[in-house]
């Protein structure tokens, strides 16, 4: 079994930053893609950011590709999502995930485990 739990989140205005935390407990975190997804209002989850279980390997949406950045700690079992310049557009639940072995990235139905979600809120 593997807990995550997201923190970071809050209320920014547009142009501000924000870094989001996950602290993953125990299943092995480091043989394992971690990736970061969001649910905006009346929307489905989509894809954001994942990082590879070597760390060296990261994947970005289009839409936040230059403004944010996925990293990996080890010794702290924690992956962050730094968000720079953050646009209204940005606004949702932000879900850490584990992936398993199987499927490509980009899906979250590929993901085995999640976390509780923290509400960034980016106001114009």
């Known amino acids: 079994q593997v807990q995550l739990v997201e923190s970071g989140g809050g209320l920014v205005q547009a142009g501000g930053s924000l870094r989001l935390s996950c602290a993953a407990s125990?299943?092995?975190?480091?043989?394992?893609?971690m990736g970061w997804f969001r649910r905006a209002p009346g929307k489905e989850r989509d894809f954001v950011a994942a990082i590879g279980w070597i760390g060296q390997s990261t994947y970005y949406a289009d839409s936040v590709k230059g403004r944010f950045t996925i990293s990996r700690d080890y010794a702290k079992n924690t992956v962050y999502l730094q968000m720079n310049s953050l646009k209204p557009d940005d606004t949702a639940v932000y879900y850490c995930a584990q992936k398993s072995p199987s499927g490509n990235i980009y899906v979250p139905e590929n993901y085995d485990y999640w976390g509780q979600g923290t509400q960034v809120t980016v106001s114009s």
């Open positions: 125990g299943r092995t975190f480091g043989g394992y893609f």
